[in-house]
């Protein structure tokens, strides 16, 4: 299985937003020990039926649980995590960013998802979890 840092963002947004978010739940995940990034995506993934080896040897979560509450309380903690990182950043583009990452709201993200991007939530778990 990758690694988190080797998981492609573009892989799993079908819209710019959603790319842009999962950049950022990628960053907040990247920022923290593994075992604590695992502790906050098995709040939000609980994968219910395991396949014994996935295309690269790691178990395959088949029917997998996602809290959408919590998927969305996730997202919000993610992206304000980047908004406070990239506060100190004066440009006009991280001034555009950070506009548009204060718009974000996890609960109308979790309405409106595309299959690939809570797919991402799936390959963090795997990363994380068999990733040795």
Same mark, same amino acid.
């Given at each position: 299985?990758?690694?988190?840092?080797?998981?492609?963002?573009?892989?799993?947004?079908?819209?710019?937003?959603?790319?842009?978010?999962?950049? +950022?739940?990628?960053?907040?995940?990247?920022?923290?020990?593994?075992?604590? +990034?695992?502790?906050?995506?098995?709040?939000?993934?609980?994968?219910?039926?395991?396949?014994?080896?996935?295309?690269?040897?790691?178990?395959?979560?088949?029917?997998?649980?996602?809290?959408?509450?919590?998927?969305?309380?996730?997202?919000?903690?993610?992206?304000?995590?980047?908004?406070?990182?990239?506060?100190?950043?004066?440009?006009?583009?991280?001034?555009?960013?950070?506009?548009?990452?204060?718009?974000?709201?996890?609960?109308?993200?979790?309405?409106?998802?595309?299959?690939?991007?809570?797919?991402?939530?799936?390959?963090?778990?795997?990363?994380?979890?068999?990733?040795?």
């Amino acid at each position: 299985m990758k690694k988190l840092s080797w998981l492609s963002v573009e892989d799993y947004g079908t819209t710019p937003l959603e790319v842009i978010i999962v950049s +950022a739940m990628k960053g907040y995940l990247g920022e923290m020990p593994e075992s604590k +990034a695992l502790k906050k995506i098995e709040e939000v993934f609980d994968p219910k039926v395991i396949r014994l080896f996935g295309d690269d040897g790691a178990p395959m979560p088949v029917q997998s649980t996602v809290d959408g509450a919590k998927f969305a309380a996730f997202i919000d903690e993610a992206v304000a995590d980047v908004v406070k990182r990239m506060e100190s950043d004066m440009s006009d583009i991280g001034q555009i960013a950070l506009e548009a990452l204060r718009d974000i709201d996890g609960k109308v993200i979790v309405e409106t998802m595309s299959p690939e991007f809570v797919s991402f939530l799936g390959d963090v778990y795997r990363s994380l979890k068999f990733d040795k």
